[in-house]
T-cell receptor, first 108, second 115 residues
Framework: AQRVTQPEKLLSVFKGAPVELKCNYSYSGSPELFWYVQYSRQRLQLLLRHISRESIKGFTADLNKGETSFHLKKPFAQEEDSAMYYCALRGNTDKLIFGTGTRLQVFP | GAGVSQSPSNKVTEKGKDVELRCDPISGHTALYWYRQSLGQGLEFLIYFQGNSAPDKSGLPSDRFSAERTGGSVSTLTIQRTQQEDSAVYLC?????????????FGPGTRLTVT
């Protein structure tokens, strides 16, 4: 089965605190994983993808095949990071399989 | 340049009526995807087009749902005999190709409310 699990619906932190948004996946092949973000009143957009091994807006995510995880991390959260974050897995026909999302609230 | 556009942005319809949702992908994008976002659910895949053909329709929830794409561009998602559980935000995305390297660009969505 192809599935993405984001266990936290809401994560609240204060500005400057570290952030980790959890994502676990189930996939029989070699996974391709993504994080998408949706800021208030904006459209869904790609934040980062594991194949690029990039850091975007201070966020990083490492694929851990042993734990089947792709957690999103940022050492120091900013207020502008407040948004809805979706972890996604590319399925075997290019469709994206999304988790249910985690709302990140960063308080000043 | 212009991004993915969708129309209408909001649609309220009565149960049992048919609705058509439109997606205009980014010019030159060959792949087009439809997703649905329901309250309390994540984003669910509905259907995927490569050019005018649909290699993957596995996400369409029932035979009341259909989609077509003409000229390798505009796509229409049709829901017949709408039900209240069809209420959701319908998102369209397009990409220049297939595979994980190609980013999917999302439209603003159509919010469908079935009363």
């Amino acid at each position: 089965a192809q599935r993405v699990t984001q266990p936290e619906k809401l994560l609240s932190v204060f500005k400057g605190a570290p952030v980790e948004l959890k994502c676990n996946y189930s996939y029989s092949g070699s996974p391709e994983l993504f994080w998408y973000v949706q800021y208030s009143r904006q459209r869904l957009q790609l934040l980062l993808r594991h194949i690029s091994r990039e850091s975007i807006k201070g966020f990083t995510a490492d694929l851990n095949k042993g734990e089947t995880s792709f957690h999103l991390k940022k050492p120091f959260a900013q207020e502008e990071d407040s948004a809805m974050y979706y972890c996604a897995l590319r399925g075997n026909t290019d469709k994206l399989i999304f988790g249910t999302g985690t709302r990140l609230q960063v308080f000043p | 340049g212009a991004g993915v556009s969708q129309s209408p942005s909001n649609k309220v319809t009565e149960k049992g009526k048919d609705v058509e949702l439109r997606c205009d992908p980014i010019s030159g994008h060959t792949a087009l995807y439809w997703y649905r976002q329901s309250l309390g659910q994540g984003l669910e895949f509905l259907i995927y087009f490569q050019g005018n053909s649909a290699p993957d329709k596995s996400g369409l929830p029932s035979d009341r749902f259909s989609a077509e794409r003409t000229g390798g561009s505009v796509s229409t998602l049709t829901i017949q005999r709408t039900q209240q559980e069809d209420s959701a935000v319908y998102l369209c995305a397009s990409s220049t190709g297939t595979g994980g390297y190609y980013e999917q660009y999302f439209g603003p969505g159509t919010r469908l409310t079935v009363t």
